[in-house]
């Protein structure tokens, strides 16, 4: 699934000064725990959270995710945007709750990695 069509899913704002809308996108993460997403996360991934700090840009980095999706309408500081911009990392805001967009992208064909996968 591309960056484009989660885009259109979850209703979702590009916040990012470019969106790399045809990215391919493998696994889904949904998690507020950033020690959760460590242990969980795979190549390709799109991180879903309302975890709004710099903690989430970092970790992203760590695991070379290269979409985050912020839920409940949250926006990131300009700073989270800029340093996630430097990293070439797309942010996106919808205004879905995490289930919610968990539910979307599940139902229409994304999964996520799980522990058995590793």
Do not use: W
Not at 79 to 107: Q, R
């Amino acid at each position: 699934m591309t960056i484009s069509e989660i885009i259109f899913l979850l209703d979702a704002t590009p916040l990012s000064q470019t969106v790399q809308t045809d990215h391919k996108i493998e696994t889904v993460c949904g998690s507020d725990m950033m020690s959760d997403v460590l242990a969980f996360i795979k190549k390709n991934a799109l991180l879903l959270t309302g975890l709004n700090n710099l903690q989430v840009i970092r970790t992203a980095e760590m695991l070379d995710i290269v979409c985050l999706v912020f839920v409940r309408g949250k926006r990131p500081q300009e700073e989270m945007l800029k340093k996630a911009d430097e990293l070439g990392i797309t942010v996106l805001s919808t205004d879905y709750t995490m289930f919610d967009a968990c539910g979307i992208l599940y139902h229409a064909g994304l999964r996520g990695g799980s522990r058995h996968d590793a």
